[in-house]
């Protein structure tokens, strides 16, 4: 299982950025997708879920402003993130969870510039 992580770049606090997770030689609809995030020097974060059936738990500090959601037929996850602000800044890494095993992606970098 493969998962590709992109869409991280530069933004301006208060922008917004969608990620992009896409999973290959798994299909994912059967597993928990999630995205995680990291900043250097800390705990890698747990930010948002996607279970099987397409029910969504968020971080409660990120609820509100962050979406995650998926297309069934991409294979492939999305984050999207609103009301970006400096704490927002990391790695963000998406994440499969099934019964199979557990897999992650490599990462796309968020910088977010007050």
């Known amino acids: 299982v493969q998962l590709q992580a992109s869409g991280g770049g530069l933004v301006q606090a208060g922008g917004s950025l969608r990620l992009s997770c896409a999973a290959s030689?798994?299909?994912?609809?059967?597993?928990?997708m999630a995205w995680y995030r990291q900043v250097p020097g800390e705990q890698r974060e747990w930010v948002a879920r996607?279970?099987?059936?397409?029910?969504?738990q968020y971080a409660d500090s990120l609820k509100g402003r962050f979406t995650i959601s998926r297309d069934i037929a991409k294979n492939t996850v999305y984050l999207r993130m609103n009301s970006l602000k400096s704490e927002d800044t990391g790695v963000y890494y998406c994440?499969?969870?099934?019964?199979?095993?557990?897999?992650w992606g490599q990462g796309t970098l968020v910088t977010v510039s007050s």
């Open positions: 996607m279970t099987p059936g397409g029910d969504t």
């Open positions: 030689g798994r299909r994912f609809s059967g597993n928990y």
């Open positions: 994440n499969l969870n099934g019964p199979r095993g557990v897999y």
